[in-house]
């Protein structure tokens, strides 16, 4: 600010949060909030008086497109969910059937759109990331801001999202699937800046632990680096970037 009193700054509020405009005084540090809505503000430029702020302003929508075994999209007509806005992730659950993330909640979804069922729901958390486990029976999944964490720790729950179980603590856990076997959760989690590939006991009870011989020599994970395990469970699939 032009008198030295703080800072115009960025900021997201969660995960899948549009990034919003704050103001953090000084010396005292304390953060205030100067937007807070569904629009992302990329960019921005105080006036030289600090009376005005121009900011570009910007909103994404993410539509869910149903495509048939050739690759051709369904019609909307034919097709309620390709109507859906606003999808934060997806995941198939049955032939018939998905699971959808809508503003943090976790639903699981028809593909008719005609049945809906909401599995987990905390107005002051996220969830991403769901995957099925145990052929149907369970499913795993990114938690963000629960229970007062403020880390993107990996649960489990049954198939109707009762009985959750947190299988990490304090790691910031993305894209958990489970091995064939039914024994592990793999997942990406971030260390000192760096995406490593790690596997908790799917039943909980257990430390996560790092998988190296996942890795990929002078690469990083990508930033939509998803987990894909093979049917035998002994190869994993990732996206990487490769340092040339």
């Keep these: 600010m032009p008198d030295g009193r703080g800072f115009l700054v960025q ?18 540090a304390k953060f205030t909030t100067v937007t807070r809505d569904t629009n992302t503000y990329p960019s921005f430029s105080l006036a030289a008086n600090g009376n005005m702020i121009a900011a570009v302003q910007s909103k994404t929508t ?14 909307s007509s034919s097709s309620p969910l390709a109507t ?32 809906r069922t909401t599995l987990i729901q905390d107005p002051n958390s996220f969830v991403v990331f769901p995957a099925v486990c145990d052929g149907g029976r369970s499913i795993v999944f990114s938690w963000y801001n629960h229970a007062g964490s ?8 049954g198939a109707d999202g009762s009985n959750p179980v947190q299988l990490t603590h304090g790691t910031q856990g993305l894209w958990p699937v489970c091995s064939p076997d039914g024994k592990w959760v793999y997942f990406t989690s971030i260390e000192g ?3 490593v590939i790690e596997k908790v006991p799917f039943g909980g ?9 996942a890795g990929v020599p002078d690469s990083f994970l990508a930033s939509s680096g998803g987990l894909s395990i093979s049917p035998p469970g002994q190869q994993i699939a990732t996206g990487v970037s490769i340092n040339a």
């Design 62 to 75: 993410r539509e869910l497109a149903l495509l048939g075994a050739n690759g051709t999209e369904i019609p």
């Design 205 to 213: 009870g257990g430390e996560a632990k790092s998988v190296p011989e």
């Design 150 to 157: 403020k880390a993107m720790n990996i649960w489990s729950a």
């Design 11 to 28: 900021y997201f509020a969660g995960p899948q949060s549009p990034m919003q405009i704050g103001f953090l005084s000084y010396p005292g």
């Design 84 to 115: 859906e806005k606003n999808i934060g992730g997806m995941s198939w659950d049955t032939n018939d059937a998905f699971l959808l993330v809508e503003g943090g909640t976790l639903q699981r979804v028809s593909t008719d759109g005609r049945s």
């Design 193 to 195: 800046g760096n995406a």
